[in-house]
T-cell receptor, first 114, second 114 residues
Framework: QQQVKQSPQSLIVQKGGIPIINCAYE??????FPWYQQFPGKGPALLIA?????SEKKEGRFTISFNKSAKQFSLHIMDSQPGDSATYFC?????????????FGQGTILTVHP | DAGVIQSPRHEVTEMGQEVTLRCKPI?????LFWYRQTMMRGLELLIY????????DSGMPEDRFSAKMPNASFSTLKIQPSEPRDSAVYFC????????????FGQGTRLTVV
C-alpha cells in the first residue's frame, strides 16, 4: 500500500522558474514530513522538513506548504538553478517507536535548463 | 564527520551466491535503517534498528534477506541466495532517535545479480 503519493514524475523548467512538487498522504498518524534531494550516484539528503502544526516553512529558496485537512504538502523552489536538477522525494513518518521510519513518495526528476 | 559509510560501492555477483553489504553509521547515532531503491518500487524501508535491536523488519522481502547490528558502529545486510530481482541500490541511513530528526544516508551499494 502506497501511503505517500507524489507528482509529477518528472518536471522541466527554465532557470529562474518555480517548480512545484506535490505529495499526498493517507496515514493521519504521520507527524513529520521531510523532503529529500538526491543527485545521481549519491544517497538522498535532507532538504527541508515540516511538522503539521505549521502551514508553511521556508529555508532559502525552498518552501514547504502544508495542508493538514487535505493531507497534502508541496515543495516550491524559488528562482530555480541548473544545480537544482536532481530527484526530489517527499516522505513522512510518525512518532512513537516509528521515529525515523520514513515512507517515501515515488520521486520527481527535476531538470532546470540554463 | 565522515558520514554514513557503506561498502562495497558496487557489487556484481552471480545468482545463488551470498552477498553481504556493510554499513558504518555516524558515531553517536542510535537508529539505523536499511533501504532499497529500484525504479519500479522507489525507496523502500527494509529494516530498522534502535540501539542495535531490530525494531521492524516487515519490509524485508523474503527469508533470503537478513540483517544484523552486532554493535553501535556496524551493521550488515545479507542476501543468501541472491537472485536477479535483488538487483538494486541499497542504502543505509542513521539518525539520532529523537522526534523528527534527520536521517543521514550513505552513498549506497549498487548490487547487480546476474
Amino acid at each position: 500500500q502506497q501511503q505517500v503519493k507524489q507528482s509529477p514524475q518528472s518536471l522541466i523548467v527554465q532557470k529562474g522558474g518555480i517548480p512545484i512538487i506535490n505529495c499526498a498522504y493517507e496515514n493521519t498518524a504521520f507527524d513529520y514530513f521531510p523532503w529529500y534531494q538526491q543527485f545521481p550516484g549519491k544517497g538522498p539528503a535532507l532538504l527541508i522538513a515540516i511538522r503539521p502544526d505549521v502551514s508553511e516553512k521556508k529555508e532559502g529558496r525552498f518552501t514547504i506548504s502544508f495542508n493538514k485537512s487535505a493531507k497534502q504538502f508541496s515543495l516550491h523552489i524559488m528562482d530555480s538553478q541548473p544545480g537544482d536538477s536532481a530527484t526530489y522525494f517527499c516522505a513522512a513518518s510518525r512518532g512513537g517507536t516509528s521515529y525515523g521510519k520514513l515512507t517515501f513518495g515515488q520521486g520527481t526528476i527535476l531538470t532546470v535548463h540554463p | 564527520d565522515a558520514g554514513v559509510i557503506q561498502s562495497p560501492r558496487h557489487e556484481v555477483t552471480e545468482m545463488g551466491q551470498e552477498v553481504t553489504l556493510r554499513c558504518k553509521p555516524i558515531s553517536g547515532h542510535n537508529s539505523l535503517f536499511w533501504y532499497r531503491q529500484t525504479m519500479m518500487r522507489g525507496l523502500e524501508l527494509l529494516i530498522y534498528f534502535n540501539n542495535n535491536v531490530p525494531i521492524d523488519d516487515s519490509g524485508m522481502p523474503e527469508d533470503r534477506f537478513s540483517a544484523k547490528m552486532p554493535n553501535a558502529s556496524f551493521s550488515t545486510l545479507k542476501i543468501q541466495p541472491s537472485e536477479p530481482r535483488d538487483s538494486a541500490v541499497y542504502f543505509c541511513a542513521s539518525s539520532i532517535r529523537h522526534p523528527n530528526t534527520e536521517a543521514f544516508f550513505g552513498q549506497g551499494t549498487r548490487l547487480t545479480v546476474v
